[in-house]
T-cell receptor
Framework: DAGVTQSPTHLIKTRGQQVTLRCSPISGHKSVSWYQQVLGQGPQFIFQYYEKEERGRGNFPDRFSARQFPNYSSELNVNALLLGDSALYLC??????????????FGQGTRLTVV | AQSVAQPEDQVNVAEGNPLTVKCTYSVSGNPYLFWYVQYPNRGLQFLLK??????LVKGSYGFEAEFNKSQTSFHLKKPSALVSDSALYFC?????????????FGAGTRLFVKA
């Protein structure tokens, strides 16, 4: 079975631009979460989606948005990019959302560089 | 506020020796605790989790972790380290807050195993 797949793997954008990152979860997984990992730090939680609904939101500005599609894939959008948005963006999928006790399976990440 | 602390930026051990990577947490309710490992330019891989039950949890690749409620700790251990264990290790806690379920990661501990 394929794991969590993210695209693109690398991306370079200019300040002020918008970016869309994509994630396909493991088959059968209905929950997708997004994380930002700045170099030298642990992942920071951005969003969790389950059954196309937002179930959790971290402390990120409104420039960050996401959605989940009927096939459970997800997109993360970031508007008005800042240099500080440069990071590895990780997507994770899990079987369920409600209990909070299921482990997440991570993709390889999208390396975003804002210049 | 919910938090996870990994007090050591780096742990150095010799191959064949036991290793411990420390983690302490602060959460309002019963914690769901996780350990993940990250290899260079890769996403995170799940190692083990504590939800309830036995305080000693066994996971992948010979790793185990001990949950200590009184000390609010969840240290990762392995009886005999391998060079291939060298990687970045993250402790995480899952908590339900106002924004739904949120996974909070520690800053990470880099493990170096010398041959």
């Amino acid at each position: 079975d394929a794991g969590v797949t993210q695209s693109p793997t690398h991306l370079i954008k200019t300040r002020g631009q918008q970016v869309t990152l994509r994630c396909s979860p493991i088959s059968g997984h209905k929950s997708v979460s997004w994380y930002q990992q700045v170099l030298g730090q642990g992942p920071q939680f951005i969003f969790q989606y389950y059954e196309k609904e937002e179930r959790g939101r971290g402390n990120f500005p409104d420039r960050f948005s996401a959605r989940q599609f009927p096939n459970y894939s997800s997109e993360l959008n970031v508007n008005a990019l800042l240099l500080g948005d440069s990071a590895l963006y990780l997507c994770a999928s899990s079987l369920v959302s409600g209990q909070g006790n299921t482990e997440a399976f991570f993709g390889q990440g999208t390396r975003l560089t804002v210049v | 506020a919910q938090s996870v602390a990994q007090p050591e930026d780096q742990v150095n051990v010799a191959e064949g020796n036991p290793l411990t990577v420390k983690c302490t947490y602060s959460v309002s309710g019963n914690p769901y605790l996780f350990w993940y490992v990250q290899y260079p330019n890769r996403g995170l891989q799940f190692l083990l989790k504590y939800i309830t039950g036995d305080n000693l949890v066994k996971g992948s690749y010979g790793f185990e972790a001990e949950f200590n409620k009184s000390q609010t700790s969840f240290h990762l251990k392995k009886p005999s380290a391998l060079v291939s264990d060298s990687a970045l290790y993250f402790c995480a806690v899952r908590d339900m807050g106002a924004g739904g379920f949120k996974t909070i990661f520690g800053a990470g501990t880099r493990l170096f195993v010398k041959a």
